[in-house]
């Protein structure tokens, strides 16, 4: 039935469908909010995925109906961005709702860091336990790997994958420490089948979903998989099976684990009072070639601040509350999840710091327009572009597959992305008034940060 609502407000003229979608939202939002029933909340998380690697979001031989359906029976975003280009920073910018240098973890870490998660940030998980949310963390933390920094010790009831990357242990480096595996704050195995490890953690976040049901409690499952980080792993059952290679292989494994979340809610009863996000932590890695992943017409990807780089697929899905089939331009980072989790849970943001995120609820709710764009695209502590409304300015630039060092730009090159996505169109000659104001808009945001001691 949903199926056929998405479809038909699909064919709906675009205005009167926005106004019957807001009409239909809030008609179903009352009554769950007004009875101050908290949702549960599930992040997946992909890493290393691509704007383009979804058949939702145009890819033309991977296959993700499970992640087409949320889309459908959810919320597709055509603009919403992590907050680096690479994996540490993008992940404690999800879980702080801050940008990554007011934390110090703007680099990524590798296996012999000694830093990690200091323990004055307040995570979500944090956020979450004093409203008496269970909590877990299943797959790739990457946040720091001695004990101190775990999950465990930041809010989460359980953790159960690896500390950081997969291309971090002894079988892809031989300097390197095995890689560990890990429950809580034990290692369990070194360097494990990393062919298992997208069906390992669907049966643990199934198990977590199971045993807070049974429990009656409300619940915040973070399962941010592995994968499609190279080296690359799919099961038996899915390897050889998808036409895009084993890149298409994983990425429909990942599809899978997704259905199977759904399918557990489903069965729980909790498909109606939980809601799912998913998304990835930076762009694909391109310098992988056929291993890597694609941006689709965003140009550029992982470890660039160009817009294949942070631009993310982001889906949302909460039935009776998220209105169905809507595709929005609406302005987001991944750091807005941050406060947004919280106000809907009826907690109350952290006043005593930067927040950095903004709360999404009228966004998902009720279909709004949202916010001006804003952003600020940092790679490690440098400061490369701003983005603000349709336009983005780059002070440096950094092509992946040219391997020549960040470019500082002696003039500032600005692109409209409302008309020009792609970064093709350098327009800053036709527009010194825009460079002048964003540029001013630049000194502003310098005087908000403050540098966190860098944790390496």
Not at 107 to 136: C, F, H, M, S, W
Not at 182 to 200: A, G, N
Not at 349 to 359: A, T
Request: proline content about 8%.
């Amino acid at each position: 039935m949903e199926h056929s609502v998405g479809a038909l407000l699909e064919a709906i003229e675009s205005p009167s469908r926005r106004a019957i979608l807001r009409t239909l939202a809030g008609a179903a939002c009352a009554p769950l909010l007004a009875q101050n029933q908290r949702p549960n909340f599930v992040i997946l998380f992909a890493d290393d995925l691509g704007y383009g690697d979804l058949g939702c979001y145009g890819h033309p031989t991977i296959r993700t109906p499970n992640l087409d359906r949320m889309a459908l029976e959810g919320m597709r975003f055509t603009q919403v961005y992590s907050a680096a280009p690479v994996c540490t920073p993008s992940r404690v910018a999800l879980m702080t709702g801050r940008y990554p240098v007011r934390s110090g973890l703007s680099r990524v870490l590798g296996p012999r860091a000694k830093g990690g998660l200091q323990d004055n940030e307040i995570t979500l998980a944090q956020a979450l336990k004093p409203l008496g949310y269970a909590t877990a963390c299943v797959g790739k933390w990457h946040l720091g790997h001695l004990e101190r920094y775990l999950p465990t010790h930041h809010g989460f009831d359980r953790y159960f994958g690896l500390p950081y990357s997969n291309d971090m242990g002894k079988l892809a480096r031989a300097e390197n420490p095995p890689l560990p595996l890990i429950r809580d704050t034990k290692v369990i195995e070194e360097e494990p089948d990393q062919s298992r490890l997208t069906p390992r953690y669907t049966d643990e976040a199934i198990r977590f979903l199971r045993d807070c049901s049974a429990a009656g409690k409300p619940f915040f499952l973070y399962l941010p998989y592995t994968f499609p980080h190279v080296p690359l792993h799919a099961s038996e059952r899915f390897r050889g099976k998808s036409s895009r290679g084993l890149y298409g292989d994983v990425v429909e494994e990942l599809d899978w684990s997704v259905g199977e979340i759904f399918r557990t809610l489903k069965e729980l009863g909790h498909d109606r009072d939980t809601l799912v996000i998913f998304s990835s932590d930076n762009g694909p890695w391109l310098t992988q070639h056929e291993n890597g992943g694609s941006a689709g017409l965003l140009r550029d990807g992982k470890t660039t601040t160009w817009e294949g780089g942070m631009r993310e697929p982001f889906l949302a899905r909460w039935p009776g509350n998220v209105p169905p089939g809507v595709v929005t331009q609406a302005f987001g980072t991944l750091m807005d999840i941050f406060p947004t989790f919280i106000k809907l849970a009826g907690g109350k943001i952290p006043s005593d710091r930067e927040i950095d995120g903004v709360d999404l609820a009228s966004v998902l709710l009720h279909n709004d327009p949202g916010r001006e764009p804003l952003m600020f695209y940092y790679s490690h502590q440098d400061l490369r572009a701003i983005r603000k409304g349709p336009w983005k300015l780059h002070l440096s630039t950094f092509d992946s597959m040219a391997h020549t060092p960040v470019k500082r730009l002696e003039t500032p090159a600005l692109y409209n992305l409302t008309v020009d996505p792609s970064e093709k169109y350098d327009v800053a000659d036709s527009h010194p008034d825009i460079v002048k104001e964003i540029l001013e808009v630049l000194e502003q945001h310098k005087k908000t940060i403050k540098f966190g001691e860098p944790q390496i």
